[in-house]
């Protein structure tokens, strides 16, 4: 016999910690990032702070009420990142508090293409007149060594001033970034050539070229890497364009001659308060939680789960806020309004696992903060090297810069410059300096997280974070709860076997009773006793004294006599006998796969009922496609064991994953024990409710179609549509978002451990191949764009899944 009500929790206690969202600008790479984090886990008050260069946005964790989100946001800004709270964007007193920040990226991209447009044309220029031959056909002036030297000036003053004046504050602030290592190697190039130019006896040579070069090569991958960007979070901000922007209030509503299209006022949905109506027409986006009251319509939930079927909805329906009301005018009343609906939540959710890093980025982000001082030394080193030993050693190496040969003397005469030791060791310490760049590992892991969990979104599938993907990665054993998640919830009632005659003066059947008693839970069995009742026409007595024990069964006084529904253990422990005709009655429906409830009256067994639940349509092609990936299955539930055999082998599942007769309580101890056999990760498969405790101890926790704020909270991925299969979908796509995060991370490393030693002239004096500080800047901004394409291939891998 067994009965596993699944009752809700308890109100936990207020949380002593909150979590806010500021958005960030002025990061450029990973060490950004670091000095973003570190000016906030100093503030007093924060716990935690997660910061994420795409999307620009940090989730700081603080004590609640301890923290100022405005006095925050200033420090950020004092130390030279803009910032601003994620809701503070209202207009206050007619102005705008800051500027909206995706305004701010649309800005930031015109002002983009305006600087790669000039660098543009100064970077034609350079190459028609690099070479001089061509430059000298086309127009004469592009062959004057003057020329190139305005060229070069203009690009540092114009396209280049942002990045010097960037790199210079981060350079201040002790916080170098890539921007200080561009700007640095810009500028010394130019400083050198303008040397080179204004004293021609030092026998220096001239390179002006290289800074237009390094500018332009820049400038157009940062433009590229943004257009890139743009279209990583192209799928989060069509989530945002969901919200719901107007509302239709109901002033006066009455049930009774609710005239739909009179007296509406239109207000902002943000505005709108739990319990007042609302008209939704046809058209129209819903705009909070609500319960529909009047009319019937059908609703287009695909924002929500995925699915293009519109869901019919009439009075008693709930709704959420951002569906499409497709066919009819109805009138609902807002059970959630503003940041509570689901909506939001999801929203909320999305953009919190979008800072959530992988285990695998702490060693790329501890890299990166030291990331900038490290090429420096790098540069500074091989400087040294070539300046002291290399240019010694190998005396008669040189490296083209193509402007020895330009027009420098007044006379017109093309004067040709020996390489000297102190130009060939600066170009290789200027190209060290411009290729190491940590942008491509600050990219590396959120771009992928930003793909990965917005396709998740489109798709019903919550994804909370980079950590979680990584687990996903390394799982051992999925273990699924039965009733509601491997089986459709909606059990109904089979058997209702009398064993013992009830009182006399009770005019009352076996199933009133139970129906009486099942009143005061919520629970599966608990609703298809009542369904039973109901489709009988029966009276349901009244009950009072409601207790019930999790997983075991559930009491009332009914009529004045003591009632008791349960498994056979909570009858025993409740003084209840259980003949051995009651037992081998209940083991005979275990068999047939029913859960067995057995009725006690008066301190007496009076009754068994059974009941069952089928398994949902895709359930054995769930455990099915599991098994072939590598996972093992198992089956945890409270029913007993005859039971829980039944349904196992209904899925092709071996006795030995089947764990049966475990109250919620208990579960999460299983999946400890489960954890610590050859420490393996284990996910847990269940609907969110009684479910949480194991939920939370698992590895991976996964809430199967499961609204719920409970769900939200535990579960590590959430499961918006009511389909099993999308455990599968889930863990495919978060395996398929780790593999590019660690595709990018390697790309990452491998452009750097590569680049460095190339530009700073390993195989200068056997091959005489080098890296020049141009074609540095091109390798290095080609590192940048290349991680976060590989990160929106992504999506067309998620469209396989």
Same mark, same amino acid.
């Given at each position: 016999?067994?009965?596993?009500?699944?009752?809700?929790?308890?109100?936990?206690?207020?949380?002593?910690? %909150?979590?806010?969202?500021?958005?960030?600008?002025?990061?450029?790479?990973?060490?950004?990032?670091?000095?973003?984090?570190?000016?906030?886990?100093?503030?007093?008050?924060?716990?935690?702070?997660?910061?994420?260069?795409?999307?620009? *946005?940090?989730?700081?964790?603080?004590?609640?009420?301890?923290?100022?989100?405005?006095?925050?946001?200033?420090?950020?800004?004092?130390?030279?990142?803009?910032?601003?709270?994620?809701?503070?964007?209202?207009? @206050?007193?007619?102005?705008?508090?800051?500027?909206?920040?995706?305004?701010?990226?649309?800005?930031?991209?015109?002002?983009?293409?305006?600087?790669?447009?000039?660098?543009?044309?100064?970077?034609?220029? +350079?190459?028609?007149?690099?070479?001089?031959?061509?430059?000298? %056909?086309?127009?004469?002036?592009?062959?004057?060594?003057?020329?190139?030297?305005?060229?070069?000036?203009?690009?540092?003053?114009?396209?280049?001033?942002?990045?010097?004046?960037?790199?210079?504050?981060?350079?201040?602030?002790? !916080?170098?970034?890539?921007?200080?290592?561009?700007?640095?190697?810009?500028?010394?190039?130019?400083?050198?050539?303008?040397?080179?130019?204004?004293?021609?006896?030092?026998?220096?040579?001239?390179?002006?070229?290289?800074?237009?070069?390094? #500018?332009?090569?820049?400038?157009?991958?940062?433009?590229?890497?943004?257009?890139?960007?743009?279209?990583?979070?192209?799928?989060?901000?069509?989530?945002?364009?969901?919200?719901?922007?107007?509302?239709?209030?109901?002033?006066?509503?009455?049930?009774?001659?609710?005239?739909?299209? +009179?007296?509406?006022?239109?207000?902002?949905?943000?505005?709108?308060?739990?319990?007042?109506?609302?008209?939704?027409?046809?058209?129209?986006?819903?705009?909070?939680?609500?319960?529909?009251?009047?009319?019937?319509?059908?609703?287009?939930?695909?924002?929500?789960?995925?699915?293009?079927?519109?869901?019919?909805?009439?009075?008693?329906?709930?709704?959420?806020?951002?569906?499409?009301?497709?066919?009819?005018?109805?009138?609902?009343?807002?059970?959630?309004?503003?940041?509570?609906?689901?909506?939001?939540?999801?929203?909320?959710?999305?953009?919190?696992?979008?800072?959530?890093?992988?285990? @695998?980025?702490?060693?790329?982000?501890?890299?990166?903060?030291?990331?900038?001082?490290? @090429?420096?030394?790098?540069?500074?080193?091989?400087?040294?090297?070539?300046?002291?030993?290399?240019?010694?050693?190998?005396?008669?190496?040189?490296?083209?810069?193509?402007?020895?040969?330009?027009?420098?003397?007044?006379?017109?005469?093309?004067?040709?410059?020996?390489?000297?030791?102190?130009?060939?060791?600066?170009?290789?310490?200027?190209?060290?300096?411009?290729?190491?760049?940590?942008?491509?590992?600050?990219?590396?892991?959120?771009? !992928?997280?930003?793909?990965?969990?917005?396709?998740?979104?489109?798709?019903?599938?919550?994804?909370?974070?980079?950590?979680?993907?990584?687990?996903?990665?390394?799982?051992?054993?999925?273990?699924?709860?039965?009733?509601?998640?491997?089986?459709?919830?909606?059990?109904?009632?089979?058997?209702?076997?009398?064993?013992?005659?009830?009182?006399?003066?009770?005019?009352?059947?076996? #199933?009133?009773?139970?129906?009486?008693?099942?009143?005061?839970?919520?629970?599966?069995?608990?609703?298809?006793?009542?369904?039973?009742?109901?489709?009988?026409?029966?009276?349901?007595?009244?009950?009072?004294?409601?207790?019930?024990?999790?997983?075991?069964?559930?009491?009332?006084?009914?009529?004045?006599?003591?009632?008791?529904?349960?498994?056979?253990?909570?009858?025993?422990?409740?003084?209840?006998?259980? +003949?051995?005709?009651?037992?081998?009655?209940?083991?005979?429906?275990? %068999?047939?796969?029913?859960?067995?409830?057995?009725?006690?009256?008066?301190?007496? *067994?009076?009754?068994?009922?059974?009941?069952?639940?089928?398994?949902?349509?895709?359930?054995?092609?769930?455990?099915?496609?599991?098994?072939?990936?590598?996972?093992?299955?198992?089956?945890?539930?409270?029913?007993?064991?005859?039971?829980?055999?039944?349904?196992?082998?209904?899925?092709? *599942?071996?006795?030995?994953?089947?764990?049966?007769?475990?109250?919620?309580?208990?579960?999460?101890?299983?999946?400890?024990?489960?954890?610590?056999?050859?420490?393996?990760?284990?996910?847990?498969?269940?609907?969110?409710?009684?479910?949480?405790?194991?939920?939370?101890?698992?590895?991976?926790?996964?809430?199967?179609?499961?609204?719920?704020?409970?769900?939200?909270?535990?579960?590590?991925?959430?499961?918006?549509?009511?389909?099993? +299969?999308?455990?599968? !979908?889930?863990?495919?796509?978060?395996?398929?978002?780790?593999?590019?995060?660690?595709?990018?991370?390697?790309?990452?490393?491998?452009?750097?451990?590569?680049?460095?030693?190339?530009?700073?002239?390993?195989?200068?004096?056997?091959?005489?191949?080098?890296?020049?500080?141009?074609?540095?800047?091109?390798?290095?901004?080609?590192?940048?764009?290349?991680?976060?394409?590989?990160?929106?291939?992504?999506?067309?891998?998620?469209?396989?899944?």
């Amino acid at each position: 016999m067994q009965l596993a009500p699944k009752t809700q929790l308890t109100p936990e206690p207020a949380p002593t910690c %909150e979590k806010i969202i500021l958005d960030v600008g002025g990061m450029k790479c990973a060490g950004c990032v670091s000095a973003v984090e570190r000016q906030l886990t100093q503030y007093p008050g924060v716990k935690n702070a997660w910061v994420n260069l795409a999307t620009e *946005l940090a989730v700081i964790e603080i004590e609640t009420g301890e923290v100022d989100p405005e006095a925050l946001a200033q420090r950020l800004t004092s130390a030279g990142f803009p910032s601003q709270p994620r809701q503070a964007r209202e207009k @206050v007193a007619g102005e705008a508090t800051l500027q909206n920040p995706e305004e701010r990226k649309r800005r930031e991209m015109r002002s983009s293409f305006q600087q790669l447009s000039i660098a543009g044309v100064l970077l034609l220029l +350079s190459v028609i007149g690099h070479f001089g031959s061509m430059g000298g %056909e086309i127009l004469p002036i592009l062959n004057n060594i003057w020329f190139h030297c305005g060229l070069a000036t203009v690009a540092i003053l114009i396209p280049g001033s942002p990045i010097l004046v960037d790199g210079w504050r981060g350079w201040q602030r002790n !916080a170098p970034n890539m921007n200080t290592l561009v700007g640095l190697g810009t500028l010394t190039a130019y400083t050198a050539s303008l040397i080179a130019l204004l004293f021609p006896q030092m026998g220096w040579e001239c390179f002006f070229d290289e800074p237009v070069m390094m #500018l332009g090569f820049i400038l157009l991958g940062r433009t590229l890497e943004q257009q890139a960007r743009g279209q990583a979070s192209a799928a989060f901000r069509e989530l945002l364009t969901l919200q719901p922007q107007v509302a239709r209030l109901i002033p006066n509503p009455d049930p009774e001659k609710l005239g739909l299209g +009179s007296n509406i006022v239109e207000i902002p949905a943000e505005k709108v308060r739990v319990g007042e109506w609302l008209q939704v027409l046809p058209g129209d986006k819903i705009p909070v939680d609500g319960e529909v009251r009047f009319g019937q319509t059908t609703v287009n939930e695909s924002m929500l789960t995925g699915e293009a079927v519109a869901v019919i909805k009439q009075p008693g329906d709930v709704v959420a806020a951002g569906t499409l009301n497709e066919s009819g005018a109805i009138a609902i009343v807002a059970t959630r309004t503003g940041e509570d609906t689901t909506l939001a939540q999801i929203v909320t959710l999305v953009e919190t696992a979008q800072t959530r890093k992988a285990p @695998v980025q702490k060693l790329a982000d501890t890299i990166a903060g030291y990331f900038t001082y490290g @090429v420096l030394t790098a540069s500074m080193l091989t400087f040294v090297f070539w300046f002291f030993f290399g240019t010694h050693i190998w005396s008669d190496i040189t490296i083209s810069s193509g402007m020895e040969m330009m027009n420098h003397s007044p006379g017109g005469m093309n004067r040709v410059y020996g390489h000297s030791p102190l130009m060939t060791s600066l170009k290789l310490a200027i190209a060290v300096m411009v290729v190491a760049c940590p942008c491509a590992l600050g990219l590396a892991t959120p771009t !992928a997280i930003l793909v990965g969990t917005a396709i998740g979104a489109e798709r019903g599938l919550l994804i909370k974070g980079g950590d979680v993907l990584e687990r996903v990665h390394q799982l051992d054993i999925v273990v699924f709860d039965k009733t509601g998640t491997l089986t459709t919830g909606h059990p109904t009632l089979t058997d209702c076997l009398t064993i013992a005659e009830l009182p006399d003066d009770k005019p009352y059947s076996l #199933l009133q009773l139970a129906a009486a008693v099942e009143s005061g839970t919520y629970h599966p069995l608990a609703k298809a006793i009542q369904q039973a009742a109901q489709e009988q026409n029966l009276s349901i007595p009244d009950a009072v004294d409601f207790h019930t024990e999790a997983g075991l069964g559930v009491s009332a006084i009914v009529e004045g006599l003591p009632v008791l529904l349960g498994n056979c253990t909570f009858l025993t422990n409740h003084g209840i006998s259980v +003949s051995d005709a009651a037992q081998q009655m209940t083991h005979q429906l275990a %068999e047939d796969g029913k859960t067995v409830v057995g009725i006690a009256v008066g301190g007496n *067994l009076a009754g068994l009922i059974g009941v069952q639940d089928t398994l949902r349509p895709d359930a054995k092609a769930t455990v099915h496609k599991l098994a072939e990936m590598g996972l093992r299955v198992m089956l945890l539930t409270g029913d007993r064991l005859e039971a829980a055999q039944a349904i196992a082998k209904q899925l092709g *599942l071996d006795s030995a994953d089947t764990i049966a007769g475990v109250i919620p309580s208990k579960k999460a101890a299983i999946i400890q024990k489960l954890q610590g056999k050859s420490a393996s990760k284990v996910a847990m498969v269940g609907d969110g409710i009684n479910d949480a405790p194991a939920l939370s101890q698992a590895d991976v926790g996964i809430a199967v179609h499961s609204g719920t704020d409970v769900a939200m909270e535990t579960a590590e991925i959430v499961l918006m549509r009511d389909r099993l +299969s999308d455990v599968v !979908a889930s863990i495919e796509l978060s395996r398929a978002t780790f593999n590019k995060i660690r595709q990018n991370l390697f790309w990452a490393f491998a452009y750097n451990t590569i680049g460095i030693p190339l530009a700073a002239g390993v195989l200068l004096p056997d091959f005489g191949f080098v890296l020049s500080p141009s074609g540095a800047a091109a390798l290095m901004a080609f590192s940048s764009v290349s991680v976060v394409t590989n990160s929106l291939l992504l999506r067309k891998i998620a469209d396989r899944l």
